[in-house]
């Protein structure tokens, strides 16, 4: 959902004469002197659990009461390379897969995507006429706005990327579908679950399509990463689409794989990464994975077991995390319509999930903002960020981060960020 604010008796400042502009920029630029004169030291850069959301799982710490699973098996040992098979179903419950599927390991899923992928390039996958790395060109489609850290591991890894519009209900089918004629393009990032940043949802009925569609590539992959299936932020709880079914019943069963963590779940720092995939791609990861591990941190996992007992046990401490994080979400909210709502100058989502708020400002507004932004002691995500490269061709989007902070300070922060905006607006209204 977007929008910019409430019905309001404002003015949008486009309809403002000269004069009434100067006016009314002088009266912000006072604003934001007073912004300023706070000394604030604020924080909006990252979508990282608050430590009242970390508290809520302290009681890990003194978790396993046992070191055997409940098969019997030692878990301070070597082996079980795929996963404690508790934790894998607790997983396969909450990602709607079979249990089969789901191959769990360490900490981070963010590792598994860079495992996937540098396997794909050294190896190739099941499907692959060649490994992807002598291919004369790779290339990635990247909806955006979209998630930082997928773009800089296809910078990094020399991977081009392509952009489509992320739309509120996933990724522009059309866009993609003119792409994937490219037998270069080898596959595709997606969010799918209030998607980093825009809070988008991917439909079942978007989500088939981009599992049925032809591709040049025989060996297209849509890296799932379900990062926030759980994380709801109201009673409407968005259920995610079922990627590996409509895969499979499509003939591209190798399509998707999916990833989800505990990171924002539990302790972010030592959470429990998954990937859930077609039985052809689960046995050529665990080979790859083979050769680099013995098995994972069975011991974390069974802390986790024992933590959650099932599925719905994660579902009852993801209401706890909403009911700390959702008034950060409504100040966010109210601080841009309070300020904004009306002036025609920014709109923003209300999402109902996820970590994020996306912003976007007037066209060629936005690192501005973020320098006034910063010039006043809150910090903000670069401009760009949710773009390849950092590169935002309107210079218009920004990427809210409301979790971490306490409330006061998320409050006291949008209502800077709100000042800075509209001054960076007047700014260019009025050159």
């Not at 210079?395 to 300070?409: K, S």
Request: net charge negative; glycine share 10%.
């Amino acid at each position: 959902m977007r929008h910019d604010g409430p019905v309001t008796n404002s003015t949008p400042l486009a309809d403002l004469s000269a004069d009434d502009l100067a006016a009314r920029l002088t009266t912000v630029r006072g604003d934001y002197d007073a912004l300023r004169s706070q000394g604030l030291k604020l924080d909006l850069t990252r979508g990282k659990p608050g430590a009242d959301q970390l508290d809520l799982s302290n009681d890990l710490l003194s978790l396993p009461t046992s070191y055997r699973d409940r098969s019997g098996t030692d878990v301070r040992n070597y082996g079980g390379l795929d996963g404690l098979p508790e934790i894998r179903e607790i997983f396969a419950d909450l990602l709607g897969v079979d249990a089969s599927a789901v191959v769990a390991g360490g900490n981070s899923s963010l590792t598994m995507m860079y495992q996937v992928i540098t396997a794909m390039l050294l190896k190739g996958g099941p499907d692959s006429p060649r490994p992807w790395g002598e291919e004369p060109v790779v290339k990635f489609i990247c909806p955006v706005p979209g998630y930082d850290r997928h773009f800089t591991m296809l910078a990094e890894l020399g991977i081009e990327m392509v952009t489509v519009p992320m739309t509120p209900d996933g990724p522009d089918v059309d866009a993609v579908r003119a792409l994937v004629d490219d037998p270069a393009v080898k596959g595709l990032w997606l969010v799918p679950t209030y998607a980093n940043p825009t809070g988008s949802v991917c439909t079942a009925e978007v989500a088939a399509e981009l599992m049925a569609m032809p591709t040049a590539a025989p060996d297209f992959r849509i890296l799932w990463d379900n990062a926030y299936a759980v994380h709801h932020l109201t009673d409407d709880e968005a259920k995610s689409a079922d990627a590996l079914g409509l895969a499979a019943a499509s003939g591209h069963p190798n399509r998707p794989i999916m990833f989800a963590s505990t990171s924002k779940i539990t302790f972010a720092g030592a959470g429990v990464g998954v990937i859930a995939t077609s039985p052809e791609n689960r046995a050529w990861y665990l080979q790859r994975l083979g050769f680099a591990a013995i098995g994972p941190d069975k011991v974390n996992q069974l802390r986790h077991v024992e933590f959650f007992g099932d599925a719905d046990g994660v579902r009852a401490h993801m209401r706890k995390h909403r009911d700390l994080i959702a008034p950060k979400f409504a100040a966010v909210e109210d601080a841009l319509s309070a300020r904004l709502g009306g002036l025609g100058i920014a709109e923003w989502t209300v999402p109902t999930g996820g970590y994020f708020v996306n912003l976007d400002v007037l066209d060629g507004t936005a690192s501005r903002v973020v320098q006034l932004a910063k010039e006043a002691g809150i910090a903000l995500t670069p401009a760009g960020s949710a773009f390849p490269h950092g590169d935002d061709p309107h210079d218009r989007n920004i990427r809210l981060a409301p979790t971490f902070p306490v409330l006061a300070e998320v409050e006291a922060a949008m209502a800077g960020v709100a000042v800075c905006v509209e001054l960076a607006a007047l700014e260019k209204l009025t050159s």
